[in-house]
């Protein structure tokens, strides 16, 4: 399937001791960008959290946002720093000495001081955080790519209509090549004739200048390149996605089809093949654009 690189994700996991919330979304990009923000409690889990990502993503900026919630009542503990405690209450002694002074520092003071007691977070058990995290991820995942395919079947179906009307314009240029090439000999012919009067046109001469302008305006190899190119993109629609992804092959079909495009108006001498000349490379320019919303 075509699948878009924006769209969003969300999805809540809960169970007695937690609760994870992972939402992600994603904008257009060249390369896969992964950006993730969660507690630092679970750094330890990012790797094993981008490769799940990659499940569900190939191209394209993507924010992640991780929630957390503990039901549990073990989540945090106090820390007891004896050796820093020790550290302060030798000082006190000293100050007390050096400064001829009672010592009366309490147990309740010393506490006090900075950092002799600390909150820190239990430790945690990696693998059945994982267990419970990674549902919440595949869960997001997979509402975010069906978002993305679902928009991506709105974009396959425009550039379709867009590669059709290429097509016709092609037809069109194609059947309308010969007949300025006839219409140019026959203007050509009543010139000369205008030129020479009653005098007998000089029939090899004639063709052979007929030859030299068909051969300055021909876009023939162009038109079947051209053709050639819009067909692959069509069949690479068609086809769907690849373990690669299909944009970065569009797009490079449609920088071919712009020089194509662009050489068939450069040669063209005739209004009508340069207004379908000047269609074709609008369209062209159209379909790039939508190309860079394609994974």
């Not at 900026?61 to 020790?86: C, H, M, P, Q």
């Not at 001829?100 to 909150?119: C, G, H, Q, T, W």
């Not at 569009?250 to 209004?271: G, V």
Request: glycine share 4%; proline share 1%; hydrophobic share 35%.
């Amino acid at each position: 399937m075509v699948c878009s690189m924006t769209g969003y994700g969300r999805c809540e996991v809960a169970e007695e001791k937690c609760k994870f919330t992972v939402e992600m979304k994603s904008v257009n990009n060249r390369y896969l960008d992964i950006n993730i923000k969660m507690p630092k409690k679970f750094n330890a889990l990012e790797s094993k959290i981008r490769n799940e990502l990659k499940k569900f993503i190939k191209r394209g900026k993507v924010d992640v946002f991780i929630t957390y919630e503990d039901f549990s009542e073990t989540d945090t503990r106090v820390r007891y720093n004896k050796e820093l405690a020790g550290e302060y209450l030798g000082y006190l002694r000293q100050m007390a000495q050096d400064f001829e002074i009672d010592n009366d520092i309490r147990v309740s003071a010393l506490s006090k001081y900075p950092d002799v007691f600390s909150m820190e977070d239990a430790e945690l058990d990696e693998e059945e955080m994982w267990s419970i995290l990674k549902k919440a991820v595949d869960g997001a995942g997979e509402k975010f790519a069906a978002a993305r395919a679902t928009e991506g079947q709105f974009l396959k179906e425009d550039l379709d209509e867009k590669l059709s009307g290429m097509l016709d314009s092609v037809e069109f240029i194609t059947e309308r090549s010969p007949i300025i090439i006839e219409e140019y000999r026959n203007r050509l012919r009543d010139k000369v004739r205008e030129l020479l009067e009653d005098k007998a046109v000089d029939e090899n001469r004639l063709i052979m200048e007929v030859t030299l302008y068909a051969d300055k305006v021909s876009v023939d190899e162009e038109l079947v390149r051209l053709r050639s190119h819009i067909q692959a993109m069509k069949d690479t629609l068609d086809k769907g996605d690849d373990k690669d992804g299909i944009g970065r092959k569009l797009d490079f079909l449609a920088q071919e089809m712009n020089r194509e495009s662009n050489t068939i108006l450069s040669k063209s001498t005739d209004l009508e093949i340069s207004d379908r000349g000047i269609m074709l490379k609008t369209d062209v320019e159209k379909v790039r654009e939508q190309i860079q919303n394609i994974e």
